[in-house]
């Protein structure tokens, strides 16, 4: 193996393994250093795939306890085999790992096992090797972000990553954070059996999507039975042979309250990961959330040393980091990469599922905009109707104007499939006329959409 390449990825998760795989097409030598002992990084290891195959066995398995005699169907006694059912997302996981490794060799990317330290402008170490490159790209991902007074051992008081392979399911779970990670994993070990109790530190779950919907959202997770409490703090936690004692208070300051769980999961968000990466040696400073500054064409302070991914600014999401490893190299390769962060979709795998892209209704008032607001109800929506999923809306927000569509938030049955359509219709700055004269197929659940578009220019034809 020659010492010298075109490019060295660090790292190896969805930002990384993607510019590799790309770079190479483009015709660059590529190396790709990754230390997990695994490709796929955060999202194919401990993140999304794992935590949505268990959402698809959690939900067939209430489904099954729960609703197939609704459909006529008349089950024996139904019950939970754990063991199997995580053996099967390892099975997913594992598969698509070394779906990655078999990419690399197709494409003829150096896989480098260990990890990488930045030891010069074009010089990457990894164990006592040194290796030469025109370009070095940081796609070192992030991290579970820890809370104070709160230690997280992977047992009792567990992340993501342990709430991931639990042995048992808790009589319990107490999740601190009513974010993304918190919502899914709650929601897996509630259909599992558990008892499930959100802490939020602001007044509403989800901050930053679409309020009206996440209230929407909220209720009917509430209906679900996860229970919530907003706007509180957890200001410790004290762990025993029988669980764990939280100490709560209102975040605006009063009376503490304990709070007994079997297991903790602390999910407030995730922080930029860069540790050991030799960030100072070559001069790169992070900003005060930790994250790597880079230009339009994601070059750090160092000209030949770019970063994608979690450990820069911008939502923390595997497809944002594809993107942007893409566009990255593109623009090694003197062509033009480009991304249009105003399209880049958000879900939330819950079900029903939350999906949204664009502006919120908070995002246009603040600026000022004339809008409308559309609302179609999956109620009136044939296909929800015939498969019993009937909860949620889809929710239009388009110039009062020009009828430019700003931003889509659907809570209901596949949100996650149905929002693609409002993206496509955010990348070409399409109107919700043009979304209402699309012709969609009947009976599907996308006529949602549509109604909800001609809802915003002119009239329903369904409510
Ligand atoms: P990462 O995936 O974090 O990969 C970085 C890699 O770099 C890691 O493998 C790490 O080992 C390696 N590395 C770090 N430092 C070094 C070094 N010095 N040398 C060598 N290797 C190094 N996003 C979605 O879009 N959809 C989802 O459904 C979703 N679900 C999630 C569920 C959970 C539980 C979690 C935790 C995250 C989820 N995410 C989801 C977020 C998603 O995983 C991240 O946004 C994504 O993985 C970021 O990709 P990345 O390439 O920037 O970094
Ligand atoms: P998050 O940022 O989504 O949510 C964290 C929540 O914790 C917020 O609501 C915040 O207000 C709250 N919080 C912060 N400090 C708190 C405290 N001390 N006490 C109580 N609440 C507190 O972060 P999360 O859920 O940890 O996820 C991390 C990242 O992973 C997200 O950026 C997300 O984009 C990504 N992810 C994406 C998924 C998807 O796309 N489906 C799934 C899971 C994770």
Not at 23 to 49: D, F, S, Y
């Amino acid at each position: 193996m020659s010492n010298s390449f075109d490019l060295i990825v660090i790292g190896a998760g969805p930002g990384g393994y993607v510019a590799a795989i790309k770079a190479a097409q483009l015709g660059m030598n590529v190396a790709c250093v990754e230390k997990r002992g695994a490709l796929g990084g955060t999202c194919l290891n401990v993140g999304c795939i794992p935590s949505k195959a268990l959402l698809e066995s959690s939900e067939r398995f209430e489904e099954t306890l729960h609703h197939a005699a609704e459909h006529g169907i008349k089950t024996g006694k139904v019950s939970l085999d754990l063991k199997t059912m995580m053996k099967r997302k390892d099975e997913v996981v594992d598969g698509l790992t070394k779906g990655i490794e078999g990419l690399f060799k197709k494409n003829k990317v150096e896989y480098i096992k260990g990890t990488a330290t930045i030891s010069g402008a074009n010089e990457v170490t990894v164990g006592k090797t040194k290796y030469n490159a025109k370009n070095i790209l940081i796609a070192t991902g992030s991290d579970v972000m820890p809370l104070p007074g709160v230690d997280i051992d992977e047992k009792q008081i567990v992340s993501s990553t342990g709430a991931l392979e639990l042995d048992n399911v808790p009589g319990k779970m107490v999740v601190v954070g009513g974010g993304v990670i918190g919502l899914e994993l709650g929601s897996v070990w509630r259909r599992l059996g558990a008892e499930v109790e959100v802490i939020e530190f602001l007044d509403r779950i989800v901050p930053g999507m679409d309020a009206e919907t996440c209230k929407q959202f909220h209720r009917i997770l509430e209906k679900q039975g996860i229970s919530f409490r907003l706007g509180t703090k957890v200001t410790g936690a004290k762990k025993s042979k029988t669980g764990v004692e939280l100490t709560v208070e209102p975040a605006a300051g009063g009376k503490a309250e304990k709070i007994k769980a079997d297991i903790v999961l602390v999910s407030i968000g995730r922080k930029p990961y860069t540790d050991k990466l030799g960030l100072d040696k070559v001069g790169i400073k992070t900003d005060d959330r930790g994250r790597i500054p880079v230009n339009h064409h994601f070059q750090t302070s160092v000209p030949s040393i770019y970063a994608i991914g979690d450990v820069i600014a911008g939502p923390m999401l595997a497809h944002k980091a594809e993107e942007e490893g893409v566009a990255a190299v593109e623009i090694m390769a003197g062509q033009a990469g480009h991304i249009n962060y105003d399209a880049i979709p958000g879900v939330i795998y819950t079900w029903p599922e939350l999906a949204s892209v664009g502006k919120t209704e908070e995002q246009l008032k603040e600026s000022g905009v004339k809008y409308v607001s559309s609302k179609f109800p999956f109620m009136a929506n044939s296909r929800g109707r015939a498969i019993g999923q009937t909860d949620g809306f889809v929710k239009i927000l388009a110039d009062k104007e020009t009828d430019e569509v700003y931003g889509v938030h659907i809570v209901g049955p596949d949100a996650g499939t149905l929002i693609a359509e409002a993206v496509i219709a955010l990348e070409y700055g399409a109107s919700s006329e043009d979304i209402a004269r699309t012709c969609h197929a009947h009976p599907s659940l996308n006529e949602a959409v549509k109604e909800a578009a001609l809802g915003a220019f002119a009239k329903p034809i369904h409510i």
